[in-house]
């Protein structure tokens, strides 16, 4: 929100609903990262509470978001966990983004079936320490070769928009058609067997470990 001053400038300040919503924020966020690294740690609550001094029914409130934990608090928690206590806090101010992609849009990029005549318009890429993810609308034509033969790490999901094709995933094969969606191990031989219906488009979406070189 914004206040006018005297001397003519706006300040902005924080309502105490924002303050509100913005510690509810934070405290999710805390919550989040002790959950997840007391996962990693292969630990339960009864035990991270029991390291960190804590009853179980307090360290599940902080885990739920719902109890604002103390600096001692989260100082017995970030050492119980081996990790600092900003750690705790890390993905609080982290920006979010988003990706918008109008209708017909999308950056046309080069892939393994683009010799087969098979076209790739990326519609965003997210990127983190683990996971990689990458969306596609994909459109074949009547000039467009079958391929059957996709091979790669991770899992994929099909979702076809227009255009009917029949599509191989290891020893099995799916008539697709408008609405129809597959979702499979994309180490799985895969790909459009027989373009029954053309032009086929539809959406492709590969998540795979971002170790993969």
Same mark, same amino acid.
Do not use: W
């Given at each position: 929100?914004?206040?006018?001053?005297?001397?003519?400038?706006?300040?902005?300040?924080?309502?105490?609903?924002?303050? !509100?919503?913005?510690?509810?924020?934070?405290?999710?966020? /805390?919550?989040?990262?002790?959950?997840?690294?007391?996962?990693?740690?292969?630990?339960?609550?009864?035990?991270?509470?029991?390291?960190?001094?804590?009853?179980?029914?307090?360290?599940?409130? /902080? #885990?739920?978001?719902?109890?604002?934990?103390?600096?001692?608090?989260?100082?017995?928690?970030?050492?119980?966990?081996?990790?600092?206590?900003?750690?705790?806090?890390?993905?609080?101010?982290?920006?979010? !983004?988003?990706?918008?992609?109008?209708?017909?849009?999308?950056?046309?990029?080069?892939?393994?079936?683009?010799?087969?005549?098979?076209?790739?318009?990326?519609?965003?890429?997210?990127?983190?320490?683990?996971?990689?993810?990458?969306?596609?609308?994909?459109?074949?034509?009547?000039?467009?070769?079958?391929?059957?033969?996709?091979?790669? #790490?991770?899992? #994929?999901?099909?979702?076809?928009?227009?255009?009917?094709?029949?599509?191989?995933?290891?020893?099995?094969?799916?008539?697709?058609?408008?609405?129809?969606?597959?979702?499979?191990?994309?180490?799985?031989?895969?790909?459009?067997?027989?373009?029954? #219906?053309?032009? /086929?488009?539809?959406?492709?979406?590969?998540?795979?470990?971002?170790?993969?070189?």
């Amino acid at each position: 929100m914004f206040e006018e001053q005297g001397n003519g400038k706006v300040a902005e300040f924080e309502s105490a609903a924002e303050r !509100d919503k913005r510690a509810n924020r934070l405290e999710m966020c /805390i919550g989040r990262e002790v959950r997840q690294l007391r996962r990693k740690h292969d630990m339960t609550v009864t035990e991270l509470a029991e390291l960190a001094g804590l009853s179980s029914g307090m360290l599940s409130k /902080i #885990e739920n978001g719902h109890t604002s934990p103390s600096l001692t608090t989260l100082q017995s928690l970030a050492s119980a966990l081996n990790v600092s206590v900003t750690a705790l806090m890390r993905k609080f101010e982290e920006r979010r !983004d988003a990706t918008f992609v109008a209708a017909g849009g999308g950056l046309k990029i080069q892939r393994r079936g683009t010799r087969a005549g098979h076209e790739y318009r990326v519609l965003g890429h997210s990127l983190d320490e683990e996971i990689t993810m990458e969306p596609f609308v994909i459109t074949l034509t009547d000039k467009s070769e079958v391929f059957p033969a996709f091979e790669h #790490e991770g899992t #994929e999901f099909l979702y076809v928009l227009e255009g009917r094709m029949d599509y191989h995933h290891g020893g099995a094969t799916y008539a697709m058609g408008p609405g129809d969606s597959l979702f499979f191990d994309a180490e799985a031989a895969h790909g459009p067997e027989n373009l029954v #219906e053309t032009p /086929i488009r539809f959406v492709c979406v590969i998540v795979h470990s971002s170790e993969r070189p």
